[in-house]
C-alpha cells in the first residue's frame, strides 16, 4: 500500500509538474500568439505602406516615361526643324551665291559696255574738235573770201 501510495504521490507529484508545464507552455503559446498577431499585424501595415509606396513610384515611374517620350519625340521634331532649316538656308545662301555671280557678271559686262562708250566718246568728241576745226577753217575761209568778194565789189562799183 505504501508502494502504492507513493506511486500515487508520485504521479501526483508528476501531473502538477506536467500540469504545471501545459500551464506554461499554454501560457507562453499565447503570448506567442499575442506577439504573432502583433508582429502580423505590424507586417500587414508595412506591407500595406510598401504597397501604396510602391504604387507611387509606378505612377511617378509612368509620367516619368510618358515625359521623357515627350522629350525625345519634341526632341526628333527640333532636329526635323533643325534639318529643314538648314535645308531651306542652305538653298537659298546657293540662290545668293548664284544671285551674286550673275550680278559679278552684269558688273564686269557694265564696265566693258561702259569702257566701249566712253572710248566712242571720246573719238566722237576727237572727231567734233576735229569738225570744229575744219568749219572754224571753213568759216574763216569763207569770211576771207566773204572779204574779198566785197573788196571785190566795192573795187568795181
Not at 500500500?1 to 507552455?25: G, H
Not at 511617378?60 to 532636329?79: G, H, I, P, V, W
Not at 575744219?134 to 573795187?155: F, I, M, P, Y
Request: proline share 0%.
Amino acid at each position: 500500500v505504501n508502494s502504492l501510495e507513493a506511486q500515487l504521490s508520485s504521479r501526483s507529484d508528476t501531473e502538477r509538474f506536467l500540469a504545471t508545464k501545459i500551464a506554461t507552455l499554454d501560457s507562453n503559446l499565447k503570448e506567442k500568439s499575442k506577439e504573432k498577431d502583433t508582429l502580423e499585424g505590424n507586417l500587414k501595415l508595412e506591407n500595406e505602406t510598401f504597397r501604396k509606396e510602391n504604387e507611387k513610384l509606378k505612377s511617378q515611374n509612368e509620367t516619368l516615361s510618358k515625359e521623357a517620350s515627350s522629350y525625345a519625340t519634341r526632341f526628333e521634331d527640333m532636329d526635323t526643324q533643325k534639318s529643314q532649316k538648314i535645308k531651306e538656308l542652305t538653298a537659298a545662301l546657293l540662290r545668293e551665291e548664284e544671285r551674286a555671280s550673275e550680278l559679278e557678271v552684269d558688273v564686269a559686262n557694265s564696265r566693258a559696255n561702259s569702257a566701249v562708250l566712253e572710248a566712242q566718246l571720246k573719238q566722237k568728241i576727237s572727231t567734233e574738235h576735229v569738225l570744229a576745226s575744219q568749219v572754224s577753217d571753213l568759216a574763216a575761209k569763207l569770211a576771207e573770201s566773204a572779204e574779198s568778194v566785197r573788196e571785190s565789189s566795192n573795187s568795181y562799183n
